[in-house]
């Protein structure tokens, strides 16, 4: 899985001119560690643990700074906007038991399509989202 370095976010953040501040820190820290892909009220929860006065507009702005910087990818599952960390090309998996969302390696799913779309479009990547049972659901239905 292909992150960015704690140290390469905090240089960024630092060459953009944006303060660096604990929550900010914080944010990074529990993304850098996260083997999930978090909803901003999942990151609002974990940073609020370490720094009680962490607000919501923080999380959200540092979230969407980030998404918009590259060094996060936003998906939306379900109607929830997910945040995930992971760099690489890659594909998602999402239980419609629990709703877990797990990455699944790009070459995993057949090659990019030779497709064409009506207009102009030309297709430079693609993303799957495949949905089932998590080996846990999975586990308890039987």
């Not at 090309?89 to 709703?99: A, I, L, N, T």
Request: glycine share 6%; charged share 20%.
């Amino acid at each position: 899985m292909k992150r960015l370095s704690t140290a390469a976010i905090i240089d960024l953040i630092r060459a953009q001119g944006l303060k660096l501040t604990p929550q900010r820190l914080a944010i990074v820290a529990y993304l850098q560690q996260c083997d999930h892909h978090p909803t901003a009220d999942e990151v609002l929860e974990a940073v609020n643990g370490k720094f009680r006065m962490t607000s919501r507009a923080t999380v959200y702005n540092t979230l969407h700074w980030l998404t918009a910087n590259g060094w996060l990818a936003e998906i939306h599952q379900g109607g929830v906007a997910r945040f995930d960390p992971n760099l690489e090309p890659h594909h998602h998996f999402v239980c419609r038991s629990c709703g877990r969302v797990e990455d699944v390696a790009y070459d995993a799913v057949a090659p990019q399509p030779q497709c064409t779309l009506p207009g102009r479009q030309v297709v430079e990547s693609f993303e799957v989202t495949l949905r089932g049972l998590c080996a846990t659901c999975a586990a308890t239905t039987v």
